[in-house]
Structure formats: C-alpha cells, structure tokens
C-alpha cells in the first residue's frame, strides 16, 4: 500500500489526485473522518469534502 495524500481538507475545498500509470478508481483506497464525493476525471480524480460544517482527515492510497 503506497500513500499518495495525507491531508486535511478544509469545507468544501477538492483534493485533485492524478493518475499514475494504471491508477483506476478501484485502485484507489480512501480512509476519511467524514463524507466525501469522488469525481473521476480524464487524467485526475477529484476528492471533495461533502461535510456540511466541518473539515475532514482524508488518506489516500493504492491497494496492492
């Protein structure tokens, strides 16, 4: 498992998390401390705090 972002994201701020290589959406592994939305785009997923009032931790990472 590799880490690509470890950060806070703040309320309604995006996450952008490019595709390396063969990185697929099912790749992706995402530990957060509340909601969130994926939006995958062409060359880049999108990552976007979904809380109404809050940041959140968000970790992402590649399953092996």
């Known amino acids: 498992m590799t ?3 470890d950060v806070v994201v703040p309320l ?3 996450v952008f998390v490019p ?3 063969k990185l697929t959406l099912e790749n992706l592994e995402i530990e957060s401390s509340g ?3 994926v939006i995958e785009k062409e060359d880049h997923f999108v ?3 979904d ?3 809050r940041s959140i ?3 992402v990472s590649t399953r092996d």
């Open 57 to 59: 931790q968000l970790k």
């Open 47 to 49: 990552i976007k705090n």
């Open 12 to 14: 309604g701020r995006p």
């Open 19 to 21: 595709k390396d290589g």
């Open 35 to 37: 909601a969130y939305v």
């Open 51 to 53: 809380e109404c009032c």
């Open 3 to 5: 880490v690509i972002k």
